[in-house]
């Protein structure tokens, strides 16, 4: 009997403490969901076999995230993003046999933050010493939104290097912005609704606690985002007309429903690039290698994978 008592007091203690962190966990959720979200993506990622880890490139330090084993597969991130972004989609990659790599541009995620301009060229510059680092000749390449700028730029200037690019919502060529800079880094909760409006379709769905963490997670980088933009808004970068010289299979994802970067940019980089595909997902918006991956990643696989090279198409995949 005093045995069984013991186990049952055992048990209920064991109960009260698993309660008490759960009851810890729910408040931290709460107060930081964006900090409990990056610690859990992290544990993720290192569950999946993917590796944190720092290059010198000259004067500035950059962090990034690799894994897997075989064909190597750099991904570059979007404006006020970070390699983290990718969190959902490297995993898939890596057990589809690739060596995947995320980096930090410069200025973002944990990457160093200098007093540089951040253009278009810079980043394209740090792309290009980030691979030289990691001993990468060809390889396939990625981007998304600005990501994808710096990506069709890199395969601009390093033809020799990029054996398929994809781009998801990217940023390039010429449009003029319906949305206020500014949102990128909100200082109201009516600012940061109205960005997620921007970004996604299911902004409604998005809690008012996370609204308020976006705030003050979006502020170190303001300045970033901000010098980004004003580089960006001088076109000095911009790749209209420019895009036909590239000659690797190049795969355009686009959510049907991103209005942050309208739709005629995609089909302008169809039309400019004329071995290229473009790939519409419905009830995709901005953040459609989030919010669909689970639909986006076998066919960028299929691309990548295809040989020969898949010929020029239009596609539009329903929810």
């Not at 810890?24 to 709460?30: K, V």
């Not at 060229?121 to 994808?148: K, P, Y």
Request: aromatic share 12%.
């Amino acid at each position: 009997m005093n045995r069984r008592l013991s186990l049952f007091s055992w048990i209920r203690r064991a109960l009260l403490v698993i309660l008490a962190a759960a009851i810890c966990m729910a408040g931290a959720f709460y107060w930081r969901p964006f900090w409990v979200l990056d610690r859990t993506t992290r544990i993720y990622l290192y569950a999946e076999g993917v590796r944190s880890g720092y290059v010198q490139l000259d004067s500035y330090r950059i962090h990034y995230f690799a894994g897997g084993a075989g064909r190597p597969l750099v991904l570059v991130h979007g404006l006020g993003g970070r390699a983290q972004d990718w969190a959902l989609v490297m995993p898939s990659l890596m057990r589809h046999g690739y060596r995947v790599y995320a980096l930090d541009l410069l200025g973002f995620g944990q990457s160093q933050r200098p007093d540089v301009d951040y253009s278009i060229a810079l980043q394209t510059d740090i792309l290009n010493r980030f691979v030289e680092s990691q001993n990468l000749s060809r390889f396939d390449l990625a981007g998304w939104s600005m990501g994808g700028w710096v990506a069709l730029k890199f395969t601009l200037d390093h033809p020799q290097s990029v054996r398929r690019l994809v781009v998801f919502d990217s940023a390039g060529v010429d449009f003029k912005p319906a949305f206020d800079p500014a949102l990128f880094h909100p200082s109201t909760a009516a600012q940061a609704e109205e960005f997620f409006r921007w970004l996604t379709p299911e902004a409604s769905r998005i809690p008012r606690f996370m609204v308020r963490d976006f705030i003050r997670e979006a502020r170190p980088n303001a300045w970033v985002v901000d010098r980004a933009f004003k580089s960006m808004g001088s076109r000095v970068d911009l790749l209209n007309g420019k895009l036909g010289s590239i000659q690797s299979p190049v795969l355009i994802v686009w959510g049907k429903q991103d209005v942050l970067i309208p739709l005629a940019c995609a089909e302008e980089m169809r039309r400019e690039i004329p071995q290229s595909s473009l790939e519409l997902f419905d009830g995709c918006g901005h953040l459609a290698p989030v919010e669909c991956h689970q639909r986006i990643v076998p066919e960028v696989l299929r691309f990548l994978e295809a040989e020969p090279p898949l010929p020029a198409s239009t596609q539009e995949f329903p929810r």
